[in-house]
C-alpha cells in the first residue's frame, strides 16, 4: 500500500516490518516512562495560572530577543501602508516544563501572511524515513557512535534577508503588556516609537532574525546551515537535502536533520566530544555572522 494515493510509491513488506517495530518501541516506551502533553497560554491567561513566574519567563524570553537584535524600532510614519498591513502581531507564549519551570516564547503570528508568502518560500526539507532507517542501520553494522542533539535557539540566529529596492521591510507589531517589558528593558530605545491604536499600547519593529512562527524561518534557517556544515568539510547527499558527510581521520562523518534536531554518527566518540558536542561552537559562528 501506498502512504500517499498520489504517489507510486509503496510499502515492501521489511520496510512495513521496521514502522511496525519502531511504533511498538514508541509505544511501549510511553506507557513505561510516561507522556508528557505541556499546555501553552497566551500570555495574559498564563500571568493568571502562573503569576511572577509566568512575568519571570516573559521577561526572560523578551530580554533574549532584545540582546539578540532580533528586531528594531520604527517609526509608524516612515512605515508604507503596504508594511502597516503586512505588519504581523507578536504573541508571546507560557508554558510549564515538567520540571516545572516556566518557559516563553514570543513567536509571529504568520498564520495570516499565507496570503501573500508561497509554499516555495515557506517549506523546508526534512530528512525522509529511508534515509533515516538506511544510515541508521549503517550505523548498528559498523559499530558507530550516534550522537543527538538540538541546535539553540535555532531560528534566531538566523538573519533576515535584506529587502530588494521597493520591496516592503518585514514588520512586526507589538502590543500591550510586552511593549511595557520592553520599555523597562531600554526606555532609549523604545520609548519614542510607543504609539496608541484603539486605546491599545503597539510598538512597531522590523523584524532582522527569523523569529519563530514566521513561514519564511524554516527555509532560511536550512539555508544558514547548510552553509556551517559546508564550511566544516561536509557534502550534501544528492537524493536527500538533509544528509550531509565528510571524511574525518579517514573514517565517514554523517549527519542527518530536521530543522534544528540532528543526528551524528562517527566511528570515534571522540569526533562527538570534541566537535559535535560543543554547543558554544555554534553560538560563536551566529555572532559571526552577525558581525
Given at each position: 500500500m501506498s502512504p500517499n494515493p498520489d504517489e507510486d510509491v509503496e510499502y515492501y513488506t521489511s520496510l512495513a516490518n521496521v514502522i511496525a517495530r519502531t511504533m511498538v518501541y514508541?509505544?511501549?516506551?510511553?506507557?513505561?516512562?510516561?507522556?508528557?502533553?505541556?499546555?501553552?497560554?497566551?500570555?495574559?491567561?498564563?500571568?493568571?495560572?502562573?503569576?511572577?513566574?509566568?512575568?519571570?519567563?516573559?521577561?526572560?524570553?523578551?530580554?533574549?530577543?532584545?540582546?539578540?537584535?532580533?528586531?528594531?524600532?520604527?517609526?509608524?510614519?516612515?512605515?508604507?501602508p503596504e508594511e502597516r498591513r503586512k505588519a504581523m502581531e507578536a504573541l508571546l507564549l507560557l508554558t510549564e516544563k515538567r520540571n516545572k519551570t516556566v518557559k516563553g516564547r514570543m513567536v509571529y503570528n504568520g498564520k495570516p501572511s499565507r496570503e501573500w508568502i508561497g509554499k516555495e518560500d515557506s517549506a523546508s526539507p526534512t530528512a525522509v524515513l529511508e534515509s533515516i532507517l538506511i544510515t541508521a542501520v549503517i550505523d548498528a553494522k559498523e559499530c558507530h557512535d550516534v550522537m543527538t542533539a538540538d541546535v539553540p535557539n535555532a531560528f534566531i540566529q538566523t538573519v533576515m534577508p535584506k529587502p530588494k529596492d521597493g520591496e516592503a521591510r518585514v514588520m512586526m507589531k507589538i502590543t500591550g503588556v510586552l511593549v511595557d517589558m520592553l520599555v523597562q528593558l531600554d526606555p532609549a530605545l523604545y520609548g519614542l516609537y510607543v504609539v496608541f491604536e484603539d486605546n491599545r499600547k503597539v510598538l512597531y519593529v522590523q523584524v532582522l532574525?527569523?523569529?519563530?512562527?514566521?513561514?519564511?524561518?524554516?527555509?532560511?534557517?536550512?539555508?544558514?546551515?547548510?552553509?556551517?556544515?559546508?564550511?566544516?568539510?561536509?557534502?550534501?547527499?544528492?537524493?536527500?537535502?538533509?544528509?550531509?558527510?565528510?571524511?574525518?581521520?579517514?573514517?565517514?562523518?554523517?549527519?542527518?536533520?530536521?530543522?534544528?534536531?540532528?543526528?551524528?554518527?562517527?566511528?570515534?566518540?571522540?569526533?562527538?566530544?570534541?566537535?559535535?558536542?560543543?554547543?558554544?561552537?555554534?553560538?560563536?559562528?551566529?555572532?559571526?555572522?552577525?558581525?
Amino acid at each position: 500500500m501506498s502512504p500517499n494515493p498520489d504517489e507510486d510509491v509503496e510499502y515492501y513488506t521489511s520496510l512495513a516490518n521496521v514502522i511496525a517495530r519502531t511504533m511498538v518501541y514508541i509505544n511501549h516506551m510511553v506507557r513505561e516512562k510516561g507522556a508528557s502533553f505541556a499546555q501553552q497560554y497566551i500570555l495574559q491567561k498564563g500571568l493568571k495560572i502562573f503569576g511572577k513566574r509566568g512575568q519571570d519567563a516573559a521577561i526572560k524570553e523578551i530580554d533574549q530577543l532584545h540582546r539578540r537584535h532580533c528586531f528594531t524600532p520604527r517609526s509608524i510614519k516612515e512605515m508604507t501602508p503596504e508594511e502597516r498591513r503586512k505588519a504581523m502581531e507578536a504573541l508571546l507564549l507560557l508554558t510549564e516544563k515538567r520540571n516545572k519551570t516556566v518557559k516563553g516564547r514570543m513567536v509571529y503570528n504568520g498564520k495570516p501572511s499565507r496570503e501573500w508568502i508561497g509554499k516555495e518560500d515557506s517549506a523546508s526539507p526534512t530528512a525522509v524515513l529511508e534515509s533515516i532507517l538506511i544510515t541508521a542501520v549503517i550505523d548498528a553494522k559498523e559499530c558507530h557512535d550516534v550522537m543527538t542533539a538540538d541546535v539553540p535557539n535555532a531560528f534566531i540566529q538566523t538573519v533576515m534577508p535584506k529587502p530588494k529596492d521597493g520591496e516592503a521591510r518585514v514588520m512586526m507589531k507589538i502590543t500591550g503588556v510586552l511593549v511595557d517589558m520592553l520599555v523597562q528593558l531600554d526606555p532609549a530605545l523604545y520609548g519614542l516609537y510607543v504609539v496608541f491604536e484603539d486605546n491599545r499600547k503597539v510598538l512597531y519593529v522590523q523584524v532582522l532574525c527569523a523569529i519563530y512562527g514566521m513561514l519564511e524561518s524554516s527555509l532560511l534557517w536550512y539555508k544558514k546551515f547548510q552553509k556551517d556544515l559546508e564550511k566544516h568539510g561536509f557534502k550534501f547527499n544528492p537524493y536527500d537535502p538533509c544528509v550531509a558527510n565528510r571524511t574525518v581521520a579517514g573514517k565517514q562523518h554523517t549527519v542527518r536533520f530536521h530543522m534544528d534536531d540532528l543526528m551524528s554518527s562517527h566511528e570515534d566518540p571522540r569526533e562527538h566530544d570534541q566537535r559535535g558536542g560543543n554547543r558554544a561552537e555554534l553560538e560563536v559562528e551566529d555572532q559571526e555572522d552577525k558581525r
